[in-house]
């Protein structure tokens, strides 16, 4: 079984930031990509960023130049440093971890974070 759990969301002022944090665990299993999705009222779950094993990283054009994502492999953990947050930024923030063994591997998600940009 592997578990993902994430923290660090919050309300925050426009032009501010938040660092969020996903952790992942599970024993025999080996951790593939890692990323993070968000979801807006009426809205459809959309990919922020996400990160391979390796370090190669993918940004959706919305957050480019703003968030930056990174890992920690040795801690199983993914990071999502979100700077000069914008109102339209809020969403539950959802991390996905792609875990498994070689040639068989599933997607697990965690339970969202919210995170709210409002004067």
């Known amino acids: 079984q592997v578990q993902v759990v994430e923290s660090g969301g919050g309300l925050v002022q426009p032009g501010g930031s938040l660092r969020l944090s996903c952790a992942a665990s599970g024993s025999n299993r080996s951790f593939y990509a890692m990323g993070w999705y968000r979801q807006a009222p009426g809205k459809q779950r959309e990919l922020v960023a996400t990160?391979?094993?390796?370090?190669?990283?993918n940004y959706a054009d919305s957050v480019k130049g703003r968030f930056t994502i990174s890992r920690d492999n040795a801690k199983n953990t993914v990071y999502l440093q979100m700077n000069s947050l914008k109102p339209e930024d809020t969403a539950v923030y959802y991390c996905?971890?792609?875990?498994?063994?070689?040639?068989?591997?599933?997607?697990?998600w965690g339970q969202g974070t919210q995170v709210t940009v409002s004067s």
């Open positions: 990160i391979t094993s390796g370090g190669s990283t």
């Open positions: 996905k971890v792609v875990a498994g063994t070689p040639g068989v591997f599933y997607n697990y």
